[in-house]
């Protein structure tokens, strides 16, 4: 852990204040930090972390809002998230390597020198964008923050809802596309609270998340709705609407019309046709890129989704992680696409969602909004 710390320590070397060597160690300690050696300490097991960190808290009480129902990961974000991402890691990271403008021309914006956190970073397809600045990702899985490092960026495994940094620690953050796997508005406003508390006052946060109002409705029949079809049902304190794991096994929605005797299918199909017979109409303002959704019927009232992630046979651990998860009932075969698939919770969020969730925080502002690929974004100043 050492070398990391000497090694991240140069960041610091162009932005007051000056950071010290065990200034860096406490701001990354209790968590899992890799180095560009793929090593990997564990909470605790540095001698040297544990020395200046034990006693004192991360987030200080007076701006922790969150009880630790809050901290304590709900079993749907387990299983439908980290489990999932620790599985189809290589092949997840395979398929992430082209750059969303919006976000590239945002990194691009930022003075020579900043610190960008990345919060939720995967396979750190954003890291280094802009050679001028330095960059620290986090992500909850250990395996795509393997492949970050082996990258050579500067990462460590964290939680979005408890980041490992001091307030005030870096010039700006991104999260991209990860606050749609918290499953409570109470998480994902600690997510937001969380991300704007660890940039200095100034600082920009660049948050985006996937839209109930997607450009491709016909990508939404391959969704399972979880508040239609596993409905009064709860895994755990603060989840969505969901079987609890004694109850009958969870499949995902078939991509293909071979299997559509399956009564999940059927359903999805019908959504499907109701949504692909409302009236969308996208208009945008050119002074804030702003999207306005018309809609004949408002069918757009499903959040919660199971979205499928196919690994091909090939790519799959037959005899290891997918193995596991084809036994425990956590996959399924697609024999006709050769692959396992594997279900992943969503929290699509609906126009205004996000503004919402900022609403209430005196310490940032919206600076600006706006709607990009079926996704709704927003950047944050923080005031105070």
């Known amino acids: 852990m050492l070398r990391n710390v000497l090694r991240v320590s140069r960041f610091f070397d162009k932005s007051p204040p000056a950071f010290s060597v065990l200034t860096l160690v406490h701001n990354l300690c209790h968590s899992e930090v890799f180095n560009t050696t793929g090593e990997v300490n564990i909470k605790g097991a540095s001698n040297m972390s544990t020395l200046v960190c034990d006693g004192e808290s991360q987030i200080p009480q007076s701006q922790s809002v969150s009880s630790l129902s809050v901290q304590s990961t709900p079993e749907i974000e387990k299983k439908y998230v980290h489990h999932v991402y620790d599985a189809i890691a290589p092949h997840f990271s395979s398929t992430r390597f082209a750059k969303w403008p919006k976000v590239a021309t945002f990194l691009s914006s930022l003075p020579s020198g900043s610190l960008i956190l990345d919060a939720g970073c995967g396979n750190g397809k954003y890291l280094g964008l802009n050679p001028d600045c330095f960059f620290i990702g986090c992500d909850i899985s250990a395996p795509l923050i393997k492949i970050c490092a082996d990258r050579g960026h500067e990462v460590l495994v964290a939680d979005a809802v408890n980041l490992p940094y001091k307030t005030g620690f870096g010039d700006a953050a991104i999260s991209i596309a990860v606050l749609h796997h918290l499953s409570t508005e109470i998480r994902r406003k600690k997510a937001i609270e969380e991300l704007v508390r660890v940039v200095k006052k100034g600082g920009l946060v660049l948050i985006t998340v996937w839209a109930v109002e997607q450009e491709d409705q016909s990508l939404v029949a391959k969704w399972t ?79 919660e989704y199971f979205v499928p992630w196919h690994l091909p046979y090939h790519r799959a651990e037959v005899s290891g992680v997918s193995a596991c998860a084809l036994a425990n009932g956590m996959a399924k075969k697609d024999d006709k696409k050769g692959a396992v698939v594997y279900n992943r919770y969503y929290h699509v969020f609906s126009q205004g969602e ?17 709607y990009d690929k079926s996704n709704w974004c927003i950047i944050l100043e923080k005031i105070l």
């Not at 009564?263 to 208009?283: A, G, P």
């Not at 996000?354 to 706006?370: C, H, K, W």
């Open 354 to 370: 996000l503004e919402r969730l900022v609403s209430g925080m005196d310490n940032a502002v919206i600076v600006d909004r706006f």
């Open 225 to 303: 709705p979880l508040t239609e079809k596993y409905d009064e049902e709860w895994i755990g304190p603060g989840s969505p609407h969901a079987r609890s794991p004694s109850s009958l096994l969870l499949e995902s929605i078939p991509e293909s019309e071979e299997n559509s005797s399956r009564e999940l299918v059927k359903d999805s199909k019908e959504s499907s046709t109701e949504k692909m017979n409302e009236t969308m109409h996208l208009t945008s303002d050119s002074k804030n890129d702003s999207v306005v959704f018309k809609h004949e019927r408002n069918t757009m009232n499903h959040q």
